[in-house]
C-alpha cells in the first residue's frame, strides 16, 4: 500500500502566548464548565479534596458557590491529580495564580458538535513566585506511599540512582523530579512492560513521560535487573538523540511498581506518527496524497537514531538491541531521540518472557541465538524505515505478523533481504534505497556498522535541510493534534448513535407493550 497525503500541513498556526501552552487530552481535564475561578486557599474541601474524584466534585458541585469558593487540598502532591477537559479558569494558590487554564474555541468541523478544544496555560516559572510551586505542594495528595526505590540489601543499596541529586550541571540526569510534584495529565501509551502517561511536573511546568512497569511483587530478581539498568541509564549524560532520563521510583510499599520519568516527546514514537498518517490518508482522496515519510524525513530519522546509538557503544557500551518505531521518538523542536536502551532488553526476557510482536526487528543473528553487535541495531533501524514508507512490517505485511520466533526465523532464513519497494507508486532516490539495502543484510560481518552508515550519501545529502524537518515535525504535531480531535468526535458521534439506538429500541418496546 502506499501511503500519501494530501497537501499536508496548512494547518492554522498557534498563538503566540508569553505563557507555555499546553493541549490536554480531552478525557483528562476537569474543573469548571463554566469559567470559574478556583482559589485554593481556605477551608471548603479541606476533607475531600483528595483526587481525581474531588475534582469531580468541583465540577459537578458546579455551583459558582463552589467554584468560586476557596480549595483547601490536604497533603503535599500532585500526583493524583487528574485535570479534566472542560475545565477553564485560574487555580491560585494563597492568592497567587498558579495554574491558568483557558478554553480556545476549536475551529470548522468540531464547532457543529459543540466541541472545544482545551488548552492548558500554565504559568512559566518565572511569573510565578518560588513559594508557588511548593505552596502547590499543599494542594494535592500522594498517590499512595511512593517512595524512592527501597533498593535491595546489598551492592544495589549503594546505588544513587532512586536518590535526589542536583548533578544537573554536570549534564548527568538525576532523579530532578519528585512523583509528588507530579500532576498527570493523561496517558500517551502502553507497550508490553507498562503504561506510559503524561505529566506536568508542577514547579518548573516541565512536561514529563511517566512510564510505570508492574513488577511482582516476590521478583527480586526483575526488580534487581531493572535496578541496575536504571542505574546505567541514570549515567548516561544528556544526548541530542537520547531521551533524556529524569529519575526513578520503586513503589515497593504499595503496588510494586517501577515508576521510571523521562522527558515527553510531543510529536510522539513512530508507530504514533504512523497510525495517524495512515488514519490521515484513509481520510482523503488519492490525489490529494504526498508521502509524510519522505527522503528527507527517513533521512533526519536514520541520522538521529545512529548518532543515538553510536553515543551510547561509544561512551557506554550499551548496545541497544530493541530499536521499533515504538522506541524513537520525536519533537517538535525536529529532534530524533532513542528511548528504553536501558530496560527493554531485560523486560523482553524477563517480564514479557514470551515472544512478542513487537520483537520482530531482532537481527538473524540475535533470533539464532549467535552472538551479536551493534550491528544488529542496523538491522532494526533497516526494517523500521521500510515499515515508515509502506505502512507495513516488511517481513510480514499484509497484517501477516509472524506469529512466532519460529516464523520468522523462517522467513528471515527463506526470504530474501527486505528491500524497499520498487515501482507501484512508490519513488524513492537511490541513495536511500543503498541505504536501506546495507543495514538489511542478512549476514552480519557483511552488513553496513554505523560509523559507515553515518557517512553515507544519503545522510549526507540532507545535511542542510534542518529548518524543512524542523518544519515537518511542527506540522505533523498539527496533525497529530487534529487527528485526536477527529477520533474523539467520531466517539462521541458513535456513542450519541448508540444512545439513540437504545433509546428508539426502548421506545419500540414501550410501544408493543402498550
Ligand atoms: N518519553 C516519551 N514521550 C512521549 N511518548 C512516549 C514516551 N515514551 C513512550 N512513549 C509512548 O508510549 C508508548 C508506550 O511506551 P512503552 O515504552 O511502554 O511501550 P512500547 O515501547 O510501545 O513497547 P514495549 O513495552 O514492547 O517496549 C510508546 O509507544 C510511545 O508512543
Redesign the pocket.
Known amino acids: 500500500m502506499n501511503f500519501q497525503a494530501p497537501s499536508l500541513f496548512h494547518g492554522r498556526s498557534q498563538k503566540k502566548r508569553n505563557l507555555k501552552q499546553l493541549s490536554l487530552p480531552r478525557d483528562v481535564i476537569d474543573g469548571d464548565m463554566y469559567g470559574n475561578e478556583i482559589t485554593t486557599n481556605a477551608q471548603e474541601y479541606r476533607n475531600g479534596s483528595e483526587n481525581l474524584h474531588d475534582m469531580d466534585n468541583v465540577r459537578a458541585g458546579t455551583s459558582s458557590s463552589v467554584l468560586s469558593g476557596k480549595l483547601n487540598f490536604p497533603k503535599n502532591d500532585a500526583s493524583n491529580l487528574y485535570l479534566r477537559r472542560g475545565f477553564k479558569g485560574k487555580i491560585h494558590l494563597n492568592n497567587n495564580p498558579v495554574l491558568d487554564l483557558k478554553n480556545e474555541s476549536r475551529n470548522g468541523s468540531s464547532e457543529g458538535l459543540g466541541m472545544i478544544q482545551q488548552s492548558f496555560v500554565v504559568s512559566s516559572p518565572t511569573n510565578s513566585s518560588p513559594s508557588t510551586s511548593t505552596s502547590l505542594n499543599h494542594v494535592f495528595t500522594p498517590i499512595d506511599e511512593e517512595v524512592s526505590v527501597g533498593l535491595p540489601e546489598g551492592e544495589l543499596s549503594k546505588s544513587s540512582i532512586f536518590k535526589n541529586s542536583d548533578s544537573s550541571s554536570s549534564g548527568v540526569m538525576s532523579n530532578s523530579i519528585k512523583l509528588e510534584n507530579l500532576v498527570q495529565l493523561g496517558k500517551?501509551?502502553?507497550?508490553?512492560?507498562?503504561?506510559?502517561i503524561?505529566a506536568l511536573h508542577v514547579p518548573d511546568s516541565r512536561i514529563v513521560?511517566k512510564?510505570t512497569i508492574p513488577v511482582e511483587s516476590n521478583n527480586h530478581l526483575v526488580v534487581n535487573q531493572l535496578v541496575r539498568e536504571l542505574t546505567i541509564m541514570k549515567s548516561v549524560h544528556m544526548h541530542d538523540n537520547i531521551?533524556s532520563f529524569y529519575g526513578a521510583y520503586y513503589t515497593h510499599a504499595s503496588n510494586n511498581e517501577i515508576i521510571i520519568l523521562?522527558?515527553?516527546?510531543?510529536c510522539?514514537?513512530l508507530?504514533?506518527i504512523l497510525s495517524v498518517y495512515k488514519r490521515h490518508v484513509a481520510r482523503h482522496a488519492p490525489s490529494r496524497i504526498v508521502p509524510w515519510f519522505n527522503g528527507l524525513v527517513i533521512s533526519k530519522i536514520s541520522h538521529g537514531v545512529l548518532n543515538g546509538l553510536l553515543y551510547l557503544y561509544e561512551r557506554y557500551k550499551i548496545i541497544h538491541r530493541?530499536i521499533?518505531p515504538?522506541?524513537v521518538?520525536i519533537n517538535s523542536k525536529g529532534q530524533v531521540k532513542i528511548?528504553?536502551f536501558g530496560v527493554?532488553k531485560k523486560?523482553?526476557n524477563s517480564i514479557?518472557d514470551t515472544f512478542?510482536g513487537?520483537s520482530t526487528y531482532m537481527s538473524p543473528e540475535r533470533i539464532q541465538g549467535n552472538v551479536y553487535s551493534i550491528k544488529g541495531d542496523v538491522w532494526s533501524l533497516g526494517l523500521v524505515i521500510i515499515e515508515l514508507v509502506t505502512g507495513e512490517f516488511p517481513l510480514g505485511g499484509h497484517n501477516d505478523t509472524p506469529d512466532g520466533i519460529l516464523d520468522l526465523l523462517q522467513r528471515i532464513v527463506n526470504e530474501p533481504s527486505p528491500k524497499l519497494p520498487q515501482g507501484q507508486g512508490y519513488e524513492f532516490p537511490k541513495e536511500m534505497i543503498d541505504f536501506v539495502n546495507r543495514c538489511c543484510v542478512k549476514e552480519e560481518s557483511q552488513r553496513s556498522s554505523i560509523q559507515e552508515l553515518l557517512c553515507h550519501d544519503f545522510i549526507d545529502m540532507y545535511k542542510s535541510r534542518d529548518k524543512d524537518y524542523k518544519h515537518w515535525c511542527k506540522k505533523v504535531k498539527v496533525r497529530i493534534r487534529e487527528d485526536k480531535q477527529i477520533r474523539r468526535e467520531d466517539n462521541e458521534r458513535a456513542k450519541l448513535e448508540q444512545m439513540q439506538l437504545e433509546r428508539a429500541g426502548e421506545a419500540a418496546a414501550t410501544a408493543r407493550r402498550v
Open positions: 500517551i501509551g502502553s507497550g508490553n512492560s507498562g503504561t506510559v503524561k513521560a512510564k531521551v523521562m522527558e515527553y516527546m510531543n510522539g514514537s508507530d504514533k530493541d521499533k515504538s522506541n521518538l528511548c528504553d527493554s523486560l523482553i514479557a512478542v513487537t
